[in-house]
């Protein structure tokens, strides 16, 4: 497996994060993933505009032009010949002696590596998925997408240890997004999912869900908050992400939405969604 740090080649078993790495120590940093279609990187654009904003709000240098790091993208590409996957991106504010406060000298550290897809999600996208709701227990910056996932992952293992695809997180009642996904609901032919607010991560999934696939179908879209309740008495319901892509919701917390089956207007926003994959990567 290959890996890229500040832009040179490693192997993955290679030994490159140093003791004092902010990341390694405090969570200090930002990623991205990044799916490969057909050898091709989707919607990079809009990963690479994302982690600029993640990086402005943790006040983190910028140090690499989007070309350089589209370049490390295809190098990874290219060297790895993977052509169905997705490459993992972080940067970290670098390394430092252990202080909580920003280091006064510092140059950010950036590592990369590649994978191939995972094929478990195929009979998923068909048959659909349950989910378990959860208290969202993360912090008030989850729209910054920061290497801190302690929330997300103790949600993820207990939707894991109760047969579930995903947690789907709740706060003051309100469902928020799922552990690594947004949610998104269809009622009386509109289109639900939580406003992209401080309280979720805006995926670039739920950006060209809203942005161009409902637009394209005709489908009207409102983002405002639900509770668990709302959802459950939903016409449909599905979560998005990356890797998730559009993933139907059949179950939540035990109750079937709808009759239990994956509804019309889910089937046709996964066939929008996969079109807009084509065009871009085929
Ligand atoms: N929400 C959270 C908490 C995530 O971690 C992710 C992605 O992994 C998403 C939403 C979906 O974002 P995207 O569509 O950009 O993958």
Partial sequence: PLGLVDGRLVDLTENVVPMEDRGHQFGDGVYEVTKIYNGQCFALPYH??????????????????????????????????????AVYLQITRGVAPRTHSFPATTVPRLTMS??????????????????????????????????????????????????????????????????????????????????????????????LLLEKVAPDLGLPVIEKPFTVEFAQGADEAFLSGTTTEVMPVVKIDGKAVNDGTVGPITRQLQAAYKNLIERECF
């Fill in 114 to 207: 590649v994978r191939p897809a995972d094929t478990a999600n195929r009979q998923m996208w068909q048959d659909g998925v349950k989910v378990i709701c959860l208290p969202d227990e993360r912090w008030l910056r989850c729209d910054i997408k920061s290497l801190n996932l302690l929330g997300n992952i103790l949600g993820k293992q207990r939707a894991k240890e109760t047969n579930c695809f995903e947690g789907v997180l709740v706060r003051d009642g309100m469902i928020t997004e799922g552990t690594s996904s947004n949610f998104f609901l269809v009622r009386d032919g509109v289109l639900w999912t939580h406003p992209a607010t401080n309280l979720i991560l805006k995926g670039v999934t739920r950006t």
């Fill in 48 to 85: 690479m505009e994302r982690l600029y904003r993640s990086l402005r709000e943790l006040k983190i240098p910028v140090t690499y032009t989007y070309e350089e790091l589209a370049g490390f993208h295809a190098v990874l590409l290219q060297e790895s010949g993977i052509k169905e996957g």
